[in-house]
T-cell receptor, first 116, second 115 residues
């Protein structure tokens, strides 16, 4: 079973709102990821959690705040977003290999975010 | 750092073959291939770990030329279900502080298969 589930599937929020995206995996994976994808572009890495610790932040603005409550859950808290933040937000997970190649990443269905 | 794919887009008739190329300016430790249909998540197709490695599933296969820092995805006798955007991905090995490798996606190739 290679399932990563994300909620909500669609979210519309105003620029002053606070909302959260949620992600869950039950594959025993130790690494979880947030990617952002704009239309007709490849996914861009935002954050990586490894063993529940934030290990990579790709210089993402502080209006995006990740949280990893446990090894199965990953949240992305959103506050004071801009219309240009509208995109597909993809959660993913992997076994979390370190130091050598071969880390297959599995993606959830994504959350479509529209900022108005 | 982002791998470059070619062609950017290709249109095929059912039953035709296609090749998608992925090139990197940096050393490749592995190559991952994904397909993404419109409005859906990327779906993992295969991973190649060694130079010279070739893999295949059904009528989709890939090769990895480590020296040339390139990989190619081969789609033979294409079916309508092959339509979508194909991405290669390369791993960046993180050798510090318990960090997990990160996957950088290529520029993407849009494949449309017509009846």
């Amino acid at each position: 079973d290679t399932e990563v589930t994300q909620t909500p599937k669609h979210l519309v929020m105003g620029m002053t709102n606070k909302k959260s995206l949620k992600c869950e995996q039950h594959m025993g994976h130790r690494a979880m990821y947030w990617y952002k994808q704009k239309a007709k572009k490849p996914p861009e890495l935002m954050f990586v959690y490894s063993y529940e610790k934030l290990s990579i932040n790709e210089s993402v603005p502080s209006r995006f705040s990740p949280e990893c409550p446990n090894s199965s859950l990953l949240n992305l808290h959103l506050h004071a977003l801009q219309p240009e933040d509208s995109a597909l937000y993809l959660c993913a997970s992997s076994q979390g290999r370190q130091g050598k190649a071969g880390n297959t990443i599995y993606f959830g269905e994504g959350s479509w975010l529209t900022v108005v | 750092q982002q791998p470059v794919q070619s062609p950017q887009a290709v249109i095929l008739r059912e039953g035709e073959d296609a090749v998608i190329n992925c090139s990197s300016s940096k050393a490749l430790y592995s190559v991952h291939w994904y397909r993404q249909k419109h409005g859906e998540a990327p779906v993992f197709l295969m991973i190649l770990l060694k130079g010279g490695e070739q893999k295949g599933h059904d009528k989709i296969s890939a090769s990895f030329n480590e020296k040339k820092q390139q990989s190619s995805l081969y789609l033979t006798a294409s079916q309508l279900s092959y339509s979508g955007t194909y991405f290669c991905g390369t791993e960046v090995i993180m050798n510090y502080g318990g960090a997990t490798n990160k996957l950088i996606f290529g520029t993407g190739t849009l494949l449309a298969v017509q009846p």
